[in-house]
């Protein structure tokens, strides 16, 4: 085993028993929850954008879950700041693969990118683009 997957699963536990941005907003622009059936992995975003209304100003979550779901909520809630929504929506699994740094069995893979299907709905409800239903990796 490289030291590099070591020090990466060194970050992951790190996130997971002290997640960044944990907790919730006093006043957000949106809020959206989803979910992981397969794992148990719950999240739930709030997400407050700066006054042009496209620019993530402040994030905060708040779950229940494995150390990939709950890592990758941690370290994507640090990102969020400064990234337009347009941006969010450009956002892909890789990304998140990125984030992690560690390679995600396919088994893990809902785990991992939870975080990010979470925030993408919610930017995609507040736009009026898709209805607003809690986001559910079931299929």
């Known amino acids: ?10 970050q992951i536990l790190d996130h997971y028993k002290n997640p960044r941005n944990y907790g919730s907003l006093e006043d957000p622009d949106f809020s959206h929850g989803g979910h992981n059936p ?3 992995d719950q999240l739930e975003f709030d997400v407050a954008l700066a006054d042009d209304g496209e620019t993530v100003e402040q994030v905060a ?15 994507l809630s640090q990102q969020l700041p400064g990234m337009t ?6 956002l892909d699994r890789d990304d998140v693969f990125e984030l992690l740094g560690v390679d995600i069995s396919p088994m893990r893979v809902k785990c991992a990118v939870l975080a990010e299907k979470v925030v993408q709905d919610g930017t995609a409800i507040y736009r009026g683009e898709r209805d ?3 986001t559910n990796l079931e299929d």
């Open 61 to 75: 979550f708040e779950g229940d879950g494995c150390a990939i779901s709950q890592a990758a909520a941690s370290l």
């Open 38 to 40: 397969s794992c148990g």
């Open 1 to 10: 085993m490289s030291m590099g997957s070591d020090m990466y699963r060194q």
């Open 132 to 134: 607003d239903e809690e």
């Open 85 to 90: 929504l347009d941006e969010i929506e450009q």
